[in-house]
């Protein structure tokens, strides 16, 4: 099976995770950094991701309101999939709510300091994300 890559895109950070080659385990990967709302600078970036890791296909968070409206930030996202599917890639939006809570909680819960996380938050968003993507994928919750 090929590895998939989940993203998190901010404003000015995609958080990126990849999956095991069984697709059953999500792990960080990297944060992308970018000037705000520079997608362009992004897309680039993640593009190259994307090729050096040999993946077809991504799971992309998809921020939604609590309840369920899809906002700007949700927009975004929405184009960002065109362009990746434009490029080839499948794309897979994907119901981040509460993602980046929950990884506070859980870097928390582990001691992290406030600084460490600061870096690593949006890549352990993006595990979240990729993880569920997995989990559900697999038969799971």
């Known amino acids: ?26 792990s960080s990967l990297l944060t992308i950094r970018f000037s705000p709302d520079d997608y362009e600078d992004c897309f680039e970036k993640i593009l190259k991701v994307l090729e050096d890791n040999n993946i077809k296909e991504v799971v992309l968070g998809l921020p939604k309101h609590m309840n369920g409206d899809i906002g700007i930030r949700g927009q975004l996202s929405q184009d960002f999939a065109r362009e990746l599917e434009y490029e080839g890639y499948k794309v897979h939006l994907w119901d981040e709510r509460l993602t980046t809570v929950s990884a506070e909680r859980l870097l928390i819960q582990g001691d992290v300091s406030r600084k460490k996380r600061k870096k690593i938050i949006d890549q352990m968003a993006a595990v979240q994300i990729l993880q569920s993507f997995l989990d559900k994928e697999n038969g799971g919750f």
Not at 2 to 10: C, S
Request: glycine share 12%; charged share 30%; aromatic share 0%.
């Open 1 to 26: 099976m090929e590895r998939l890559i989940g993203l998190d895109l901010g404003s000015r950070t995609c958080g990126v995770s990849i999956s095991d080659r069984t697709r059953k385990i999500a």
